[in-house]
Structure formats: C-alpha cells, structure tokens
C-alpha cells in the first residue's frame, strides 16, 4: 500500500495487499482452530473474534477447526462445550472441521515424504534424539537412522500403524538440516506411535500426527487463505512452509501471520494451568465465576457484548503485553449499566425502624433502568420496618461521611428523607437496630416542596417483612499478582486468593422473586449481579460480576 491506512491493523493490511496482488476477494478464507483439551478462556475470545470479525468484513468464510492430534487429552465433552462458546458469542462458522478428518491423508503424504527421501524411521528413545538436537547455539548430529533405506522406512511405518511397535520405540521424522539455526527444522518429528484410543477415530489409528504436520496442511486442505496464530509459533512458519512446498500439490497455498497472545492480569490463559486449579479444587469447574473461561465469565454475568468491546479496545498487536484486568471490569460496567434493571438488595443488614410511620405497608415506585429509553417503573414496598447496610450507619461519623447518623438526615432511595435518631444496642455494645423519623411530606416524585429538598446522601434499602434472602457469591481476583505465571522461582499456584470467593446471605426486594438464571441486575449502590445458571427459584444465587466502581487498588493497599 502506497500511504498506511491507519484504520486497518496489520493483519487486515496484509490482506488489502494480497488483494492487490491478485488474491481474489471470493477465495478469502479464515479459521479458528482450538484444541479440544478444555474450554476456552478470554484469550481465545481474541483470536475468535479477530477470524470472525475479518470473516464479517470480507464476507469469506470462517472454519471452526477442531486440533485433535494428542488423543491423551482431548475429549467430546470439550468439543461440544467450545461450540456453544464460540455461539454464545454471537459467532457461526462455515464448516465445522476436525484434524482427525485429515488423519488419512496425512499418512499418505507422510508416506510420499519418506519415497521422496523427506522422512525416515529413528528408532532411538526420546532421550537420545533430544541429546543429538543440540542447542540454539550449537548444531545437532545426525542420527545413526537418517540413511535409512526409503523401503526399511517405509515398511516399519506402516508397522508402526499395525499396532506392532510399543510406543517409544520408534517415530517418523522429516529429513531437514540438523545444523539448521532453527532448532525446529533439526529433523522435527511428524508422527508417534502412541496406544490410545482417539474421540473421534476410537482406536484406528496406532500413530498420530504431530502439530507441526498437520496444521499447515489441514490449513491447505480447507484452502485457508490466511493462517492466524499467537507469536509462540514464529519459529514454526519455517516448518509450515517446508512441508507445504514439500507435498504434490498445486492449489494455493496458505500464508501463517502471527500476532500478539491476549494476557490478562491478575489470571492466567492457558488452558493446562486452568485445569490444574480445577484438578487441585482450587476451583469448582471450568465455569466456576472466577475462571477467566468464557463460561466462568458469562456465569460471573459478563455478556457477549462486553467481552468483544473489551478485546476490540485492547486491539491487534505484534507485541505480547498484559491488559489490565480493570480494563475488562470497565467493559463490563458499560454494557451491564445499560441493560441491567436494578433493584435494592442489603448484602450486610442493619435494622433499621421508623419511629413515627405508621404499621402497614404501601408500595412505592422506582425506575427499572434510568438509561434506558422505555421508562419502565417497578413496584417496591415501603413500611416502618426497614434493612440498610451496616456501613451506610456510623455512630461516630467523621466530616466526610455523608451517610446515615445521629441527628443528621438522608434520603431512602425512591422513598422519604430520613433523619437518624438513636440506636439500640447489645450487651456487648453492638448495634443491632437504628431507630430514625422521617419527613412525611418528602415522598420520592410526589412533587411537594419537601420532596425537592436536597440532602447530602441517598441510601438503598429493603422492607424487613417482604425482602427475599438470597445467597450472594461474592468473587475476588483469582490471583494475588497481576502476573501470576511469569515469576522464574515461583508456581503460579502459590499466587492463588484463597480469599477469592466470599459467600454471604443478603435480602433483596420482592421483585427478583421471579429472576431466572442467567438474568442480569444492578444492586443500587453496589454493582452488577446475575443469577446463577445453577440458582433455583425459591432459593436464588447471585454472583457478583462486578462492582459499581473500581474500588479495587483501594481495597487493597
Ligand atoms: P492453551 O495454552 O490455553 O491451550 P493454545 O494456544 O494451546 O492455548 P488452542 O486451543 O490451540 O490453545 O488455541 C486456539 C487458537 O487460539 C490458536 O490460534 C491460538 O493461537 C489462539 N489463542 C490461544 N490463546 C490465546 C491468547 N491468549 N490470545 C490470543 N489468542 C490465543
Ligand atoms: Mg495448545
């Protein structure tokens, strides 16, 4: 391109000169290739949404591409629960494809590899073929196998497929340069026996695909047009294309393009390390609210749409760096602040009665959602019999406390101004209730002079005898650094928080009383919630997906 168009990131740059250079727009074809060894985390979400988003703009196809050459690891289970992810996304994919499709005509080409002298047979163990590699600055050795014949090859491969060899005891390799500085193109390996049954193929195969061989070629299989992985891989492009140009073949060819890895702070993406924490009961399970899972995420009450503006904002790039976990929070308030109806929930009570109203009830009116343009009203109902939050009270309060106290008035949100007038105590000296008068004429909305009055704060609250208890989970960050795996000397488990979740009983107005699981709410004054996919009505639970602000460094230091 002659001038940089500052709107495209590099990737789509690449794609706009390729298009120049003769690329037909028509052939444009893109696809996310998960492993199925777990479910997938908010740094997958980026590499899904950059190969989705790109499919949207080029109106080309996307592949969902299932990587499943280590059979020890992989499960169904894990397939299905990507799927539904990638859904639940807002996203929907070409053709839904597997590596394992591609098993057989991986074992042809690997065979025309050893005709074409490309590959050998090494029977040494694992140990003495890494010893021979050598290291970044040293070349390896050939090993003693390399001049096999292409026939002894040939025949002990297909033995290898029998089921005739145990594992460990041979391997097929490519036949690159031992001396090469890559260290990846020191003969890599392209197939092991291994003796275990697959989730696709069952027991079929007795030798299975390495990575490096079967990604570059699934890749042309499909005729994907631009190949997008994490930077880790760099080093591999080589080996991508040594096998591509390597095979009788003539379609065109697909192009790798690295870009940088989506980290977090304050957890980890990896999917090995997230299972470790479920492994250890550190966590429940892969979608425990804590988890940085899209299905921890969306069961902490993040939506589809805060996930992709947050790793749109934290943008495509060719260098690793750790996005703030606040920043995710942020995203989360702006979507959630729009849509979520609030309601008054007390997570930590305090009585609190009104002297001069009178017994009985009546019922009030608050807004649904102020942000929203349908001004929706709900029902909430008032009496002499209230809970506040033990916080929002202070016997002795200093001059910045504009709360409740003695002597001094607030409001009750969608209800009457209040002043403080005395407390009752335990024989402990706790307190246990606040007794308060209120201003008749200062109803929320009745318009009367009193009514406009201005008082300093405004409190949330329940009515004691119509509050429903619900069980309220209320989560930390899962780590207590904000990079938990890259310390040298250190697991990244010995920065758990162990006090990441808190479990506590709160009491919230009548009208959750028919919340289904999966809905989304706003706790006047205390954040977002959302009713857990496991919560049954008649006893709910509610995960707090986030608080109203980002109080979380003050909390802390
Ligand atoms: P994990 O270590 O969590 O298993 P992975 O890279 O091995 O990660 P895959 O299932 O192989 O996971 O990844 C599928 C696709 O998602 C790959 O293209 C990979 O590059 C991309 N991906 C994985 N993790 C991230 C991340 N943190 N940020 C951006 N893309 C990622
Ligand atoms: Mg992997």
Partial sequence: MDKKDRSLNFIESIIEEDLKNGLK???????????????????????????????????????????DTNPQNEESKYVTAIKNDVNWLGYSWDKECFASDYFEQLFEWAKYLIDEGLAYVDSQSSEEIAYQKGTPTTPGKNSPYRERSIGESKNIFQEMANGKHPEGTHVLRAKIDM???????????????LNKSHHRTGNKWRVYPMYDWTHGQSDYLEQITHSLCTLEFKPHRDLYQWFLKSLPIEKRLPEQTEFARLNLSYTVTSKRKLKQLIDLKLVSSWDD????TISGLRRRGYTPEALKNFVNIAGIA??????????????????????????????????????????????????????????????????KHLYIEKEDFREEPNRKFFRLSLGKEVRLKNAYIIRGESVIKDKSGNITEVLCTYDKGSKSGSGSEASKRKV?????????????????????????????DQHENKSFLDFFNPNSLEEIFAFAEPSIQSALPGQLYQFQRLGYFCVDT???SGSLVFNRTVGLRDNWPKTKN
């Fill in 289 to 292: 609210p804590r988890m940085p």
């Fill in 179 to 193: 001396e090469s500085p890559n260290m990846l193109l020191r003969d890599p390996v392209i197939y092991r026996v």
């Fill in 318 to 383: 060719k260098r690793e760096n750790i996005i703030e976990a606040s920043l995710l929070e942020f995203c989360a308030r702006d979507h959630l602040n729009k849509i979520a109806p609030r309601v008054n929930a007390v997570l930590n009570p305090i009585k609190l009665t009104i002297v001069n109203y009178e017994e009985g009830s009546e019922t009030l009116e608050g807004e649904v959602n102020p942000e929203s343009t349908i001004n929706k009203v709900r029902e909430i109902p008032f009496s």
């Fill in 456 to 484: 300093k704060g405004t409190l949330h609250w329940v009515c004691r005898h119509q509050a429903i208890k619900v069980k309220v989970n209320l989560y930390d960050r899962l780590f207590n650094d904000p990079a938990p």
């Fill in 25 to 67: 727009r028509e052939d444009l074809r893109f696809r996310f290739p998960p492993e199925p060894n777990g479910y997938l985390h908010i740094g997958h979400i980026k590499a899904i949404c950059l190969n989705f988003n790109l499919g949207q703009k080029y109106g080309a196809a996307v592949n969902l591409r299932f990587d």
């Fill in 534 to 536: 496991r919560s049954k």
